[in-house]
């Protein structure tokens, strides 16, 4: 397992909290099977995707502190910036929105697509909830942004349909790209 992408290779950033559900994301969307993590993510954590005819470099960045100084780092060579976080940790939405914003402040046209992910848990918030928690209206004008609602539940069962949705979504960015 590598992170050093080659030219070619489309590198997506995949960021977020830890605990937000990165790597399951991850996992789920390679495999198009629910596939939670066994383990926090130590740093980096990359996964080749195939997508239709080219191979997608998705790029986790380990959410804790230590790790935090990086992101901005790769900022400069993803093509998009997926961020997760989940919908039920309350507590610490204001921390997400305060580094999701410093984060796509780096970069004023990179594409942002948000997983508002944990959708099956009871105290989940809705999207329309999550959207404000993270003043996505202030995101910018020149930059596409997309929020996808998403839950990984029963491990080994399909993606939901959100999940591929948002795949194909990924997809077809990375090639406008
Ligand atoms: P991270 O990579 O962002 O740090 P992980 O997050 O993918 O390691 O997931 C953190 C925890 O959240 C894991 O549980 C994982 O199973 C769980 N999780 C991920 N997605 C969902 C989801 O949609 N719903 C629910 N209910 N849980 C989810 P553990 O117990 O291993 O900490
Ligand atoms: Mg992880």
């Known amino acids: 397992l590598s992170f050093v992408s080659q030219e070619k290779n489309k590198q997506i950033l995949v960021l977020g909290l830890d605990g937000a559900g990165k790597t399951s994301v991850l996992y789920s969307l390679a495999s198009n099977r629910v596939q939670h ?17 080219s191979q ?18 790769y900022l400069s060579r993803g093509l998009l910036l997926i ?4 919908s039920a940790d309350h507590n610490r939405l204001p921390e997400a ?4 914003h410093k984060l ?5 046209i990179l594409p942002l697509v948000v997983f508002a992910n944990k959708q099956d848990l009871e105290t989940a ?22 929020l996808f609602g998403t839950h990984l ?3 080994g069962s399909e993606i939901p349909s959100t999940m591929q949705d948002a795949k194909d979504l990924i997809a077809q960015l990375a090639a406008e790209v």
Request: a negative charge; glycine letters at 6%; one cysteine or more.
């Open 37 to 53: 993590s066994e383990a926090p993510t130590q740093g980096f954590n990359a996964v080749c995707i195939d997508i239709e005819d």
């Open 56 to 73: 997608m470099e998705f790029l986790e960045i380990g959410g804790s502190e230590p790790f935090r100084s990086y992101w901005e780092m």
């Open 83 to 86: 961020f997760v976080v989940d």
């Open 97 to 100: 929105k305060k580094y999701l």
């Open 104 to 108: 796509i402040g780096a970069n004023p």
């Open 125 to 146: 918030y809705h999207i329309t909830d999550i959207h404000e928690a993270l003043a996505l209206s202030d995101v910018g004008n020149d930059r596409k942004m997309f």
């Open 153 to 155: 539940t029963q491990n």
